[in-house]
Every structure is written in C-alpha cells, then in structure tokens.
C-alpha cells in the first residue's frame, strides 16, 4: 500500500469531516471510522456515512479490532486522550494501515 498516512486540517466548517466520510464511503467494507465527536447513529442519518461502515470511539479501540480493515478513519486528532493518540503511533510506525486523520487549525492572532 502506498501513499499510507493523510493528515486533512483546516478551520473550523471547512469540511474536513466531509471529505473523511466521502473517502470511507467510497471503501466501507474496508474502512474503519473512529469518532469521539459524533455518534455512530448521527454520522449515519444526519451526516451521511454509509450503513455499512463500522463507527467506534476511543474508548472501544484496541489495535486487534484492526483486523480485516485496511484504512482507519479518525475524526479528529484533538478530541483523543494521549493513550490512544499513542496507539494510534504505533500504528503508523507498523506501516500495516493507512491511517486519515482530521485536525482543526486555529486563525492565527491577525486574521
């Protein structure tokens, strides 16, 4: 696998979270999607995420439930606990997975 690891950042309401969801609906059997901000049955019925996809949160992530995906989806970096901002290091350190993962930039102090 190639091309492995996408950071996507940007401001708030830039569509970062749209552009995660269009890619795992595009791979839903082979795409685990991880969300500390929304629920599966939101992201499902209010933001469109294929019903195929399997959503978890953090605290349900443990690297063996990998298995059988080859791309996790993260939305986003700054709402995970440093636990599993390690876990997720080690996943890129494996290099097994290709990992896409959203974070917010702030507008620096002169905008």
Known sequence: MTDKHLLITGRPGS???ELLIAYANM???TTLFLSDEST?????QQRGLDAQLKV?????FDTSILNGYET???DYLKLLSEDM???LLKIL????HRVILTSQVKRGTNE
């Open 93 to 96: 350190e494996d290099n097994n």
């Open 15 to 17: 569509g970062k979270s």
């Open 40 to 44: 599966e049955e939101f992201l499902k």
């Open 72 to 74: 996790l989806c993260v």
């Open 85 to 87: 901002i390690q876990k």
């Open 27 to 29: 791979h839903p059997k």
């Open 56 to 60: 978890i949160d953090s605290k349900d």
